[in-house]
């Protein structure tokens, strides 16, 4: 299965806007079921194709990670949209099988650890208060640019 702060996150996330999770429907993990249990409120949609996703994220505020897949490129394609990201750190960091990088992966985009908030947040799956602070500063700057 998957690890538990997984669960946790997005759980988490229900608290503070609805929640779209695109998945493969017919993957060999049980995701779709693992979710159903989790957080049935949790609209389940299928794999998109790249328009729909494109279009699913420009109508969203926050784009939500919990961890995987590593070294997808949605993340960044939220935030050329102008779509805030939120992202777990990883209780220890991954090392990679197969591939060239050697260092371990302290979150499912290291790189977005560098943008600054408000932009992408990296949180604490350890210290759940880290999302709704992170709601909480996309708030505040949507606020702050809009008038609220």
Do not use: M
Request: with cysteine.
């Amino acid at each position: 299965g998957f690890p538990a702060y997984h669960h946790e996150l997005l759980h988490e996330y229900t608290k503070y806007c609805p929640v779209i999770a695109t998945i493969d429907k017919k993957d060999t993990y049980g995701t779709e079921a693992a979710i159903r249990e989790c957080c049935p409120e949790v609209e389940i949609r299928g794999v998109q194709t790249p328009e729909g996703f494109l279009e699913l994220i420009r109508g969203s505020a926050v784009y939500l990670g919990v961890g995987e897949p590593l070294i997808a490129p949605s993340c960044f394609e939220a935030l050329s949209l102008g779509t805030h990201v939120i992202q777990p750190r990883f209780p220890s960091p991954r090392v990679l099988a197969n591939k060239p990088i050697t260092e371990g992966w302290t979150s499912q985009h290291p790189y977005l650890e560098k943008v600054p908030e408000p932009f992408a947040f990296t949180v604490d799956p350890g210290d759940l208060s880290t999302v709704g602070r992170a709601f909480q500063r996309i708030r505040a700057a949507f606020d702050a640019q809009y008038g609220g």
